[in-house]
C-alpha cells in the first residue's frame, strides 16, 4: 500500500517559510509584498481561485490587490490595466486568472506582463528561462510537483521519469524540472503508442491529462511515486483526479490524493514567487 503524500502538509510547510521570510524582510529592509490578482468575468471556478489566492497572500503577510473586471471588458482595457500595473511599485506580481472570455487574446495578455512581476510564469522570457536552468520563477504547478516528489526523500537523479501532458503550464514545464534534476524524461501525449508499456517503466510518473482516473493501477510499477495532477469529476460529479487512486495506490510507493495533493502546493508557489519576485525587485538577494 502505497504513502500518502500530504499536499496540505506540504503545501502549509511552504507556506509557513514564505510567511517566516515576509516577516523578516520587512523587518531588517522595510519590504512590503504586493500581489495584483486580474480576474475578468464571472466565471464561478475561477472566483473560488482568486478568493484563495487573496486567502493565501493574508496568510504570508503580503497585501493583494484584486481588480474584477466585467465580463464585456475589451482587450485593449485589460492590457491597459497591466500596463498600470507593471509601472505600480506596490505590486511586484501580477496575475491575470485564466481562462479569459473568448473575445481577448490570452497569449497578448500575458506577454503584455512584464517579466520581472510574471510570477505564474507564462510569459515567453520566463519560458526560455526554464529551459536554460537559469529562471527566477517556475510555473507554480510543477514546482509544486518537485516540492512534493522531494518530500518523499526520492532521489530524482538517474530514475525513469514519465510525463503525461504535454501542455505549457503543466507537462512541458514538468518534464524540463525532473530533466533537470538528472531525471531520464519522457513525455507522453494523445498521439503516444504503448502508453501503459511506458507508465509500467516509470519510477516517478506524473499525470496532467484532465481525463478522469484514466491511468490505473495496472499501469503502475510496483513502488513508483505517482503524482496527480489532475483535477477532473467522477460520474457522480464529486471531484478526483486523471489517476484512479484505488488501483494505483496498492501499486505506488507514493501517491498524492485528489484533493489534498497538488492542488494546495500551486498556491503555495505563487506565494514563494511573489515573495522572490518582491526581492529581486529591492535589490535583495
Ligand atoms: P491540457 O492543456 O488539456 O493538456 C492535456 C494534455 O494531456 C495534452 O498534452 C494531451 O495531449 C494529453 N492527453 C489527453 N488525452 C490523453 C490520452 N488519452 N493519453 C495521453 N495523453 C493525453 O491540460 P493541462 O492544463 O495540462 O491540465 C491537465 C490536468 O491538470 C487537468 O485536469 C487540469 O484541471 C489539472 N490542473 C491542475 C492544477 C492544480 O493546481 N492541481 C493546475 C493546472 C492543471 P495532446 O497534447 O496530444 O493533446
New binding site residues.
Given amino acids: 500500500m502505497a504513502q500518502i503524500i500530504d499536499g496540505k502538509a506540504v503545501s502549509a510547510s511552504v507556506k509557513a517559510e514564505v510567511a517566516e521570510e515576509t516577516a523578516r524582510l520587512r523587518e531588517t529592509n522595510g519590504l512590503k509584498v504586493g500581489l495584483a490578482v486580474v480576474i475578468v468575468g464571472n466565471d464561478p471556478a475561477s472566483r473560488v481561485y482568486v478568493n484563495n489566492k487573496k486567502k493565501a497572500c493574508e496568510a504570508v503577510g503580503f497585501q493583494s490587490y484584486e481588480y474584477a473586471l466585467d465580463e464585456s471588458t475589451t482587450q485593449e482595457q485589460l492590457l491597459d490595466l497591466v500596463n498600470v500595473l507593471n509601472r505600480d511599485d506596490r505590486v511586484n506580481g501580477i496575475l491575470v486568472q485564466l481562462p479569459l472570455p473568448k473575445h481577448i487574446d490570452e497569449k497578448a495578455v500575458i506577454n503584455a506582463i512584464s517579466p520581472d512581476k510574471d510570477v505564474d510564469a507564462f510569459h515567453p522570457v520566463n519560458v526560455g528561462k526554464i529551459m536554460i536552468g537559469e529562471y527566477s520563477f517556475l510555473p507554480?504547478?510543477p514546482a509544486?510537483v518537485m516540492r512534493l516528489i522531494e518530500s518523499t526523500g526520492v532521489d530524482i537523479t538517474g530514475k525513469q521519469c514519465v510525463v503525461?501532458?504535454?501542455?505549457?503550464?503543466?507537462?512541458k514545464p514538468q518534464a524540463m524540472l525532473l530533466l533537470q534534476k538528472n531525471g531520464t524524461v519522457t513525455i507522453?501525449?494523445?498521439?503516444?503508442k504503448n502508453?501503459k508499456e511506458i507508465c509500467l517503466g516509470a519510477d516517478i510518473l506524473v499525470?496532467?491529462?484532465?481525463?478522469a482516473k484514466?491511468v490505473t493501477g495496472d499501469m503502475i510499477k510496483e513502488g513508483a511515486v505517482v503524482i496527480d495532477?489532475?483535477?477532473?469529476r467522477d460520474e457522480n460529479g464529486k471531484l478526483c483526479?486523471?489517476v484512479d487512486f484505488e488501483s494505483a495506490e496498492k501499486k505506488a510507493g507514493y501517491i498524492t490524493p485528489?484533493p489534498g495533493?497538488?492542488?494546495p502546493?500551486?498556491?503555495a508557489m505563487l506565494m514563494k514567487n511573489t515573495l522572490t519576485a518582491a526581492k529581486q525587485q529591492a535589490g535583495i538577494e
Fill in positions: 507554480c504547478t509544486g503525461i501532458g504535454r501542455s505549457n503550464i503543466v507537462g507522453c501525449h494523445s498521439k503516444t502508453l499525470v496532467a491529462i484532465g481525463r484514466f495532477v489532475g483535477m477532473d483526479g486523471d485528489v495533493g497538488v492542488g502546493m500551486t498556491i
